[in-house]
């Protein structure tokens, strides 16, 4: 170890070791985030299909990501964490590849959207590949002492790849020369995955840990009570994220669009000044009282009489809603051997994709059944469920509130 690293402030030194698989999961992600807007333009209104292909096409990639978390997980535990990121960049070049085959002009319509299906399928296993390995090796790079930080900045990147990665999506849609409209997205995606690839073979790997290794259905047992929190504290995700804006809007209230940016900018701005907080206070202590302050963020946007107190739950709800992810992570990854620790964080990503996807219908049925205030009502009671995750964890929990 060299003399700057020896008198760089622990906190710092911790963050710039993180920031390789920060930028990892960034790039990658681009390629995530830069077909999400595209691709309706393109199955929509340049191949002519209907509303229902294009729902099928943006969902398959997000039902193989989840189908392969397990395959993902148990190949960084054995083969270790650089081997699964590198393949799944490299596999990223190849979906993108398959992208860009389907935006010649010589293919027909169904042709085309065959080959943008073999596009998603692929793609999905590049992200679970990428966000499982770079999860697995930054653990492994900076000790599992700090799980948090390295689920808070991974996040970041991912969260921050998205947000980007849509509008360029759209700006490069707009072209109109020979390489421009879907073939400028897939060449652009193809080249951020080529990066990717590179920044990932400079990085130094982690060996696999030797020792116990569970069977995966083991593995799913112990982080079982922590996936289960972590899917109920997505109703909340899920309830701003699809009817924030419309509430604002059948109530008459101005700033339907800020709704999402407050909640954004406070879960943002929550991660980066608070995000050594799960290593160093517990996840399990963290994980409560992020869940308490969601709760009540949910119950403003519920009971709100002005818009005023409906704005402020938002940003509660960013607050509470930003450290979750990481608190319950830690407690999870406690539970299982080093050896599996790659399974572990699969099948605990995988029931952020579960509640997720649970979290649209849900709320999209109680919101018909009841309006849209309704749905806030259920993201205060699924936190209020996962608290009782998070006191388990404690061995001398208390409630949030004490």
Request: charged content about 10%; aromatic content about 8%; glycine content about 14%.
């Amino acid at each position: 170890m060299d003399a700057s690293a020896t008198t760089a402030p622990p906190e710092r030194g911790v963050l710039l070791r993180i920031a390789p698989f920060t930028l990892i999961i960034f790039l990658v992600y681009l390629t995530v985030g830069m077909p999400l807007a595209a691709l309706p333009l393109q199955v929509h209104d340049v191949l002519d299909f209907d509303n229902l292909t294009v729902g099928i096409t943006i969902g398959l990639q997000a039902l193989v990501t989840l189908l392969t978390r397990q395959f993902a997980g148990v190949l960084c535990d054995r083969r270790g964490a650089k081997f699964g990121v590198m393949l799944g960049s490299g596999v990223s070049i190849l979906a993108s590849a398959a992208y860009l085959a389907s935006a010649a002009t010589s293919l027909g319509p169904a042709a085309s959207l065959a080959l943008l299906l073999t596009a998603r399928v692929i793609s999905g296993l590049a992200e679970s590949l990428v966000m499982t390995g770079a999860l697995a090796w930054g653990i492994g790079a900076v000790g599992a002492k700090n799980t948090g930080r390295v689920m808070v900045w991974v996040g970041i990147g991912l969260y921050t790849a998205i947000a980007v990665g849509a509008p360029i999506g759209v700006a490069l849609m707009k072209l109109r020369s020979v390489a421009g409209g879907f073939a400028a997205v897939s060449l652009g995606m193809i080249a951020i995955s080529a990066l990717a690839t590179a920044v990932t073979s400079f990085i130094p790997a982690v060996a696999p840990h030797g020792g116990e290794r569970l069977p995966f259905t083991q593995v799913i047992g112990r982080i079982a009570p922590f996936g289960a929190g972590l899917a109920l504290a997505t109703l909340a995700f899920g309830a701003i994220g699809t009817f924030a804006a419309l509430d604002f809007q059948d109530r008459g209230w101005p700033g339907a669009g800020f709704a999402l940016t407050g909640y954004g900018a406070a879960y943002v701005l929550t991660r980066v000044c608070f995000g050594g907080w799960p290593d160093r206070f517990g996840g399990g202590r963290v994980a409560a009282w992020s869940l308490f302050v969601e709760c009540i963020g949910q119950l403003m946007l519920w009971l709100a009489p002005h818009p005023a107190v409906a704005f402020a739950g938002t940003i509660f709800t960013g607050v509470g809603n930003a450290l979750v992810f990481p608190s319950l992570g830690i407690e999870a990854v406690k539970h299982v051997p080093p050896a599996s620790r790659g399974a572990a964080l699969g099948a605990y990503v995988a029931c952020f994709d579960v509640g997720f996807g649970l979290a649209g219908p849900t709320t999209g049925l109680m919101a018909g059944a009841f309006g849209y205030p309704s749905v806030f009502a259920l993201g205060a009671l699924g936190a209020a469920a996962a608290i009782l995750v998070a006191r388990r964890s404690r061995g001398d929990a208390r409630a949030p509130s004490s």
